[in-house]
Each structure stands twice: as structure tokens, then as C-alpha cells.
């Protein structure tokens, strides 16, 4: 039984969406409502401000869940169950959900620049396409959130699940970087169709009229194109975090305080993202470990692989990874060549 049901707790939906989407129109609204480059120091606060965010949120979960589990019959009638558990169970899962997804989003941080530079977007205009980029994850996340939800009542789909991020694990590990080639997309060919597009900018506009028909901007394009490789990505991510714990509403709202973080993170990061070559291959290890937490650990462990043990590998791999990368810098020789 899930210690958050939907049918409870719908109105916790509504409220943190409208508390997402109060925070989106006034980062939008005021503080960028004038397009303008991003600094770093503009970006490091913002990014100190949606990891606040995320972990007062984390706290006031826990001392919910504390208040609340006490009171509930139906959980106490397990004689397994102790409440002050599973409140630390709680944080502690959300905690290992948000830096799960905030380390795979790094990827995104990847497809960023090259996007970008693709398309020769300006660097005042990024913030723009990141977020309606931003806006329309949450969307694709909800959705593939919910449907992971109800396919996780099936108990064969763990194991599939869990297999899948073994595989896309161990191709991340040996994968090299491919070059973007934005026309290839399937979307952005068949968009084409219906709408033509101009090569020029247009300020800040995703769409322009030129001799009197509209035509989509490279701007618009950019965002068509990140939106297409979020959905492959969520397609990772999603099932990653369902490793990490099976309640809905934790996936949900560890996976937006991660994506809403991106944009600043990527404005932090872009220009020294490459120094941490390693990275990936500590990616490639944590999706490899969440498979196997899947389709052998949990059972191992009586049913449940403990959340404290998923924290600290996890927390551990990444951290080890970036120390490393900076403790030994490769040569711009192997940089070119793997790129």
C-alpha cells in the first residue's frame, strides 16, 4: 500500500503544481523578464535557491510524514510498521531520488551546448528557450510518471524496468559523443511539413511573418529539438527513480525540483561541464546499480534494498567521479578525439 494515494492526495498535486508554476511566472516574470546573458554569479544563486528549495521541501515531508503515519490505523495495524522509519525512509528517498535525477540531468547540460551552438543561439536569448524547454518537461514527465505508476502494479515490469537501465547502463559506459544533427530529428522533418522556417533570428520571437507567412524561428526549432530529447532522456530517468522508491508522489516531486534546478545548473556548468569527463562513466554506474537494486537487490534484501545503502553508493560514485576528473585532467588531445 502506498503511504501517499492519489485519491488522498490530489490536492497536494494541485497545490505543488500551482507552487511550481507561481515560481516559474516569477523567474520569468521579473527577475528575466528582459532577455539578457545569464552570469555565473546570477546563475550559482539561483541554483542555491532551487537546492534550498528542494530540501525544505524534503524536511517539511518528513515532519509531515512524522505527524501523519501515527495517526493512521491502517498502517499500524502492521505490526512491521514504525512510523519514525518510515518518515526517515521517506526523506531519505526523496533525497536519493533528487540527486539521482539532478546527476542524470547532467546529460541534458550536454545537449544544451551543442544546441545551442548548433543554432548559433545568443546567449541572452537561452534562458528564454530553457524555459519553455523547463515547461514542457514537466509535462512529458508528469505523464510518463503516471504511466510508470500504473505499470508498477505489475510486478513483471520491475524486472523489465530494471533490465532496461542495466543495458542503457552499460551503453552509456562504453558510448562515445555523437555529433547533433538537429535536421535528422524526426520531429523537427515532420514539423517542417507544416510550417517553414526561417534561417534568421528574430530577437527573442519563436515565430516571425515573413511576406505574410508565418515562419518558426531557429529559436523555436532549438526548443522543438530539446523538448524531443528530454522525452529520451525521461525515458531513463523515469525508471531510475521508480528503482529508488515506489511511491508516485516522491518520483513526482524529486523529479521536478531536478528539472526545475536545470536551467541554472546549465548556465553554471556549460563552460566547464567537459572538465568532468567522468562523469559519465559515474552515470553509467548508477543506472547500472538502480537495474540490479531492481531485479536482484531489493529481493536480497527481504523485499526492500535499504534506502541509506542506495544514498551513499549513489552520493559517493558521483562526488568520486568529479573529484577525479579534476585530480586528473585529461590532455585536449583525448578531448578532441572523444568528441
Do not use: C
Amino acid at each position: 500500500m502506498n503511504l501517499f494515494p492519489f485519491a488522498e492526495y490530489w490536492w497536494f498535486y494541485g497545490a505543488f503544481l500551482v507552487f511550481v508554476l507561481l515560481m516559474l511566472a516569477l523567474d520569468l516574470g521579473v527577475f528575466h523578464r528582459k532577455a539578457h546573458e545569464v552570469s555565473f554569479k546570477e546563475a550559482s544563486i539561483w541554483s542555491v535557491v532551487w537546492v534550498s528549495l528542494a530540501l525544505v521541501f524534503n524536511f517539511l515531508l518528513y515532519r509531515y510524514a512524522l505527524w501523519k503515519f501515527p495517526q493512521d490505523e491502517r498502517l499500524l495495524a502492521n505490526p512491521a510498521f514504525v512510523p519514525d522509519l518510515a518518515a526517515w525512509n521517506v526523506s531519505l528517498e526523496f533525497l536519493t531520488g533528487y540527486i539521482v535525477e539532478k546527476s542524470l540531468s547532467v546529460d541534458n547540460i550536454f545537449i544544451f551546448v551543442m544546441v545551442f551552438a548548433y543554432f548559433a543561439i545568443p546567449p541572452k536569448y537561452q534562458h528564454r528557450v530553457l524555459f519553455y524547454g523547463i515547461l514542457g518537461a514537466l509535462i512529458f514527465r508528469a505523464i510518463f510518471i503516471a504511466m510508470g505508476s500504473a505499470l508498477m502494479q505489475f510486478h513483471w515490469v520491475i524486472y523489465l524496468f530494471g533490465a532496461f537501465l542495466i543495458i542503457t547502463g552499460i551503453k552509456m559506459f562504453f558510448a562515445h559523443n555523437e555529433e547533433i544533427e538537429p535536421e535528422k530529428n524526426f520531429l523537427i522533418r515532420i514539423f517542417r511539413r507544416f510550417m517553414p522556417v526561417s534561417p534568421r533570428l528574430d530577437g527573442k520571437n519563436f515565430f516571425s511573418k515573413i511576406d505574410g507567412r508565418w515562419h518558426a524561428t531557429p529559436l523555436f526549432i532549438a526548443l522543438l529539438f530539446l523538448e524531443a530529447t528530454d522525452i529520451i532522456f525521461a525515458v531513463d530517468s523515469v525508471p531510475a527513480i521508480f528503482a529508488i522508491t515506489s511511491e508516485p508522489m516522491i518520483v513526482f516531486t524529486s523529479n521536478i525540483f531536478a528539472i526545475l534546478g536545470l536551467r541554472s545548473m546549465y548556465f553554471m556548468l556549460a563552460g566547464v561541464i567537459d572538465k568532468f569527463y567522468l562523469l559519465k562513466y559515474a552515470l553509467a554506474i548508477v543506472l547500472v546499480f538502480v537495474g540490479l537494486k531492481m531485479v536482484w537487490l531489493n529481493d536480497a534484501f527481504g523485499g526492500k534494498f535499504p534506502i541509506s545503502y542506495s544514498l551513499g553508493f549513489i552520493t559517493v560514485t558521483i562526488f568520486l567521479s568529479i573529484i577525479l576528473s579534476l585530480i586528473f585532467p585529461r590532455s585536449e588531445k583525448l578531448a578532441e578525439e572523444s568528441n
